[in-house]
Each structure stands twice: as structure tokens, then as C-alpha cells.
């Protein structure tokens, strides 16, 4: 059965009744629970990445998965990233060591990247999720 | 203080984002039926590439030069310009959305070095968006307009302008002998308020640099040019003559946007302001004698009320072709702001931006201009309410259908229309970015 909402609160400065379904704040202070708000930290810098290739299937991510990518994250050694090599989108986990930066993953037939003066790499966002769909 | 904040080339920009490949290539970005140049990467700039020139005339340097030419991509630009907007929103109290890849940030009252203020800024767009800026603070509009393209000249073209100048311009921090020095090195025709027409005709009367103009009479030339031009030059003499929100003269884009007395949380009424919006912006649009390709809407709540559910959504209506047709812009307007809406945020403003303008003149079988009640011819909210009843009258229920069917055509001449154009990575599921793992 469907319920309605209705609630007053005298300690906010409107006092109309609200009477609505999935209002993000009703009055009563109550917020359904929103992907948005839980997997999104940073609406401006987030990007959707679709994934090509199983060479990180260890690392948890498979073909045809979502990547959510968060570019205000600084990328830190060990973090999956969306990296850019020789003009393409790369996922790969990053590695950092000493000074150098390098591309890695998983899989063992997947030879390393490190960046060098000639042979460029670039971090484009921080991997922060990856959604999967399982069925349906 | 004001700032003027812009996207370097920026619908050229958005698209390198996506496409790393297009880095330091020529590129441009071609008019919706891919007719003429809208937007040219530096490279092409160098290679001549000239604003608005028509395609056929520069299709030779694809095979000679490597030019790469690109169809309008305008949800993804639309998508990237609230990106850019949101984030500088947070930097100044108020902030007025002059166009898709511009705004002036008002900084009174904020202390601190402003030019370092600046700096984050584009540090912070540049990492999270991925466009890069130029950041111009002026004590005026105009100023923070001059100081903008100052920023970006020095970047691009060293030994213009002095490179500590370069990428963020804080004329506060210039003495007067320095800040006149720069006028002197920039043409009058390069500033805001002087247009293709103005320029010679201050060349005629011996003022070639900006400050030759600064120098001038405001009076007189007021008198001569108009009450703009006397603006101006009282602006850039540093006479504060335009506020944030001040109706901007004609320009690539044309905007209307307006902060609400309240919030706003209804969409019946959200489409009333939207509606009266679209009226505004294609009344002027055919004062221009222009036609536009594409309807930007966006609606926002205020970053300042930190209790409030945040919510800033816009949308770019590619439009079937190019129109002038306030129906159309109004229904155009309307159906992009109900794909937006969301129902329980308190929304504090609003806009409807037209862009990709083209002379009315270049497509004439393409145009079908509205017809104007006489009683509409003046500015003023009271007008804009006669327009909006006039609308209702003329189009009552239907109006509801009228937008959806609009969309529909929108989409199915999309394709045919843009052949070279890239992916929505940011507005379609099944057009974002592919990384290889």
C-alpha cells in the first residue's frame, strides 16, 4: 500500500505541509537513500568510463563494466585509474616508484607501462566504483 | 573586483577531454548542418583559420595540413559548461552566466590576492573538468573583459603582454603606467563593447588602442556612438556602469538568466520564468537578425543555503534547424527544462541561453519569423507577461505536445545533419568514453 508523507515541522521556516513521494528532504528531515549521494563525492569531476578487455579481471573489474571516475582525486601508487598512453583510455592499477610512473595490471601476459620522455602517461581520473550488472 | 572567467577555444576543448588524439592537432568544430567554423584550436588559428568561416573555403587544409574537422557536439559542450560554471559559482559570492563558456565572478567584499584566488580556480576546473581557463580581474566589467584577454593573449602569443600576465590577469596589482602600458599594446577593436562595426569608425576618429579610447571623451563619443560607448569608456576610466546581471550587449551566444526573489520549487512556475526566458532571448535574437541551432536551459539552487539539497541540472536542445521562431524556442525551452526538473529542490535561478547563432541571412528559406504582437515591442516584465498570455492563448494544452514532437525531430535529424560529430560522452549511457582494461 502506498502511504503519504505528511508532516509538519514548525521549526523550519516554511510552513506549507509537504505532501510528496521521493522528495530528496521532506520536512521531517528524512532522505531516501540516493546512488547519487552515496557513490558521488565530486558531481563535477565525475565521468562514467565503459570498460573494454579483461586484463583486470583480478583486480575486480570485468569487460563491459561501469567505472566511476572522480578526476579531483589526486591518484595515489596502488589506486585504479583511467590513465591516457599513446592517445587511448587505459585502466590500469598505478604504480609509483621513486619518481617514475608506471601502469600495471593484473593479469600476467600484460606487459608494464612506465612513462618515460618520449612515451607519455597521463592520469585522467581515479576509478573510485564499478558497477556490474548481474542480471536483468 | 570583478572576474571574468572563460574556456580557452572551448567547444575544442571539451571535445580533447575525450579524444586525447586531437592534442596539439589542428582542430574545429563546424556549425550544426557542418556549414561554417564555430570553434578553432590554437594550431588552426596559426593555420588561418579564420571565426565563422565557411568550411568549403578551409577543406583543404584537411588533406595539406591535417586540419580535423568536427560536427557540433552541443549536449556534451552544455554538459561541460555547468561542469565549469558550478565549480566557479564557488569561488565569489555572486557569479552572472554570460554565455556557455563564460561568466563574471563579483568579488566585492572578498579579501585576499585575488590573482591567487584566480589560480585555484583554473587549477581546480582544469583537474576536475578537464578545460582549461584564462581568468581576468578588472574594478569593471570592461576591465575584467580587457584583463581576460590579456590572460589569454599572453598565454598563446608570448611577448604580447607580460608573462607574468599569462593565464591570470589581476590588473589590481598593476600600477597605473603598466596598466596604461597594456592598453596600449591591445587594439580598440578587441574589447568588449566595440564591435566589427565601431571599431573602424574609431579608427577614422584617431583612436586605434584601447587606450587612445580610455583617453577619449565619454561624452562626446557617447554622443557620436552611443550611450554603449560612453559606457564603456567610463568603464574602462575604472566608473563602475554595469553590475552583474546587467543585460550584456549582442553577442556569439545570447543569454537571459535571473536570480529569483524566492525559491522556486514548482515546475508549472519554473516554466512560466523558462517560457518568458525564451521570449526574451529570441526577440533579440531576431533584433540581431540571427537564427540559433541549439536551446541551452538550466536551472540551479544556491550554494549559500548549505541546509538546501543541492541541484544544478542543464540541457542542450539541438534544435531541427536553424530558427528564430520564438514558438519554437519556447517549446524548445520547455522540454529540455521538464528533462531537468526534479521535484523537491529549491531552485534560486535560471536560464535560457541560444547558441550557435548564424546570420538569419545565410539560411533565409530556413526562417519563419514570428510575428509580434505590436503591444510586445518593448523591454519589461510586464511585455514579457503579455508574451507569455499570448503564447497560452495561441497555444494553450497544446503546447505540452508541441515540445515533445519538437524532440523527437530534434533527434532524428541529429544524426543525418552531424556526420562528423563525436559522442555524447557525458549525456548517453551508450556513448561514454571506452577504456581498455
Known sequence: ?136 | MFALVDVNNMYVSCERVFRPALNGKPVVVLSNNDGACIARSNEAKDLGVKMAQPWFEVKHLERSAGLIALSANFELYGDMSSRMMVLAARYAPRQEIYSIDECFLDFEGVPGNLAAIGRALRRQVLQWVGLPTSVGFGPTKTLAKLANHVAKTADRKPGTYPTRLAQVCDFGILGPEELDDVMRRTDVGDIWGVGRKTAPKLHDAGIRTVLDLKRADAATLGRQLGVVMQKTVRELQGTRCLEVDDDPPAQQQIMCSRSFGNPVTELPELIEVVSGFATRVGRRLREQQEACNAVHVFITTSPYRKMDPQHSPTATLPLPRPTADTRVLVNASVTALRGIYKPGYRYVKAGVMLVELLSSKQEPTSLELFDEPEHLQPDGRRNLMATLDALNERFGRDSVSIASSAKRSARSTHASRQERRSPRYTTRLDEVIVARA
Open chain 1, 1 to 136: 500500500m502506498l502511504r503519504e508523507r505528511a508532516t509538519v515541522s514548525a521549526s523550519t521556516p516554511r510552513s506549507r505541509v509537504a505532501i510528496s513521494f521521493g522528495s530528496p528532504a521532506g520536512e521531517s528531515g528524512v532522505t531516501r537513500l540516493d546512488l547519487n549521494e552515496i557513490l558521488i563525492r565530486n558531481p563535477q569531476a565525475a565521468f562514467l568510463v565503459r570498460i573494454a578487455g579483461s586484463a583486470m579481471r583480478e583486480a575486480g573489474i570485468d569487460d563491459g563494466d561501469l567505472a566511476l571516475v572522480d578526476r579531483a582525486l589526486d591518484a595515489n601508487h596502488g589506486q585504479v585509474v583511467i590513465a591516457v598512453h599513446q592517445n587511448e583510455f587505459l585502466c590500469r592499477r598505478l604504480c609509483r616508484r621513486d619518481e617514475a610512473l608506471g601502469l600495471q595490471a593484473p593479469a600476467p601476459d600484460v606487459p608494464d607501462i612506465w612513462a618515460s620522455e618520449a612515451d607519455n602517461v597521463d592520469v585522467w581520473g581515479v576509478v573510485t566504483h564499478v558497477i556490474k550488472q548481474v542480471s536483468g
